[in-house]
């Protein structure tokens, strides 16, 4: 059974700071890892898709990396704005399902 | 714009009381999923329909079931729901196994 753990929990860092959030997985059969962003009480948006022939995928100052092998992920975001604040969770998917992780809470200090 | 929505984004039953979620897409996605996520929990898919057929998760509980009607529309009925059905429902749809996009979700209230 595919587990996904993400830690920290939360995270707080000062405005300004570029850094890294972790994901990992313990099944390697992946069809594509997607991160995705949640503000409280709300749905998700999707914020980068890696195909898992893929090894990254970038967008604005989101960088994502995917070692399959290794059963990691690591979502980059460079100069982190207190709008930056939200709970961050990765998902693999398998055979058109996805499971998740519980997320990492961030929150960016001005 | 193309997208997910979720009716009610609110929703307060009583214990026991049937209710209906609703979730209703413009992408024309082929899948749409439906998940429960409960507070500071990661969201759990409950089943979802690829095109038109169903599949139940084998740990969904029979109070949960689900109906899609057309390609655009599916909906999710809670029975009899419990203090422990509670959660926000998330709906999303995707074509075939690629990127999912998610509603607004519903949060579930049960007194």
């Known amino acids: 059974k595919q587990e996904v753990t993400q830690i920290p929990a939360a995270l707080s860092v000062p405005e300004g700071e570029n850094l890294v959030l972790n994901c990992s997985f313990t099944?390697?059969?992946?069809?594509?890892l997607q991160w995705f962003r949640q503000d409280p009480g709300k749905g998700l948006t999707s914020l980068l898709l890696?195909?898992?022939?893929?090894r990254e995928q970038t967008s604005g100052r989101l960088n994502a990396s995917l070692d399959k092998s290794s059963g990691r992920s690591t979502l980059y975001i460079a100069a982190s704005q207190p709008g930056d604040s939200a709970t961050y969770l990765c998902a693999v998917s398998h055979d058109s399902k996805l499971t998740f992780g519980k997320g990492i809470t961030l929150s960016v200090r001005p | 714009d193309a997208m997910v929505i979720q009716n009610p984004r609110y929703q307060v039953t009583q214990f026991g009381k049937p209710v209906t979620l609703s979730c209703s897409q413009t992408l024309n996605h082929n899948v749409m999923y439906w998940y429960q996520q409960k507070s500071s929990q990661a969201p759990k898919l409950l089943f979802h329909?690829?095109?038109?057929?169903?599949?139940n998760e084998a740990d969904t509980p029979d109070n949960f079931q689900s109906r899609r009607p057309n390609t655009s529309f599916c909906f999710l009925d809670i029975r009899s729901p419990g203090l422990g059905d509670a959660a926000m429902y998330l709906c999303?749809?995707?074509?075939?196994?690629?990127?999912?996009?998610f509603g607004p979700g519903t949060r579930l209230t049960v007194l």
């Open positions: 329909y690829y095109d038109k057929d169903f599949n």
């Open positions: 890696i195909q898992s022939s893929q």
């Open positions: 999303a749809t995707s074509i075939a196994a690629n990127e999912q996009f």
């Open positions: 099944d390697s059969a992946i069809y594509n």
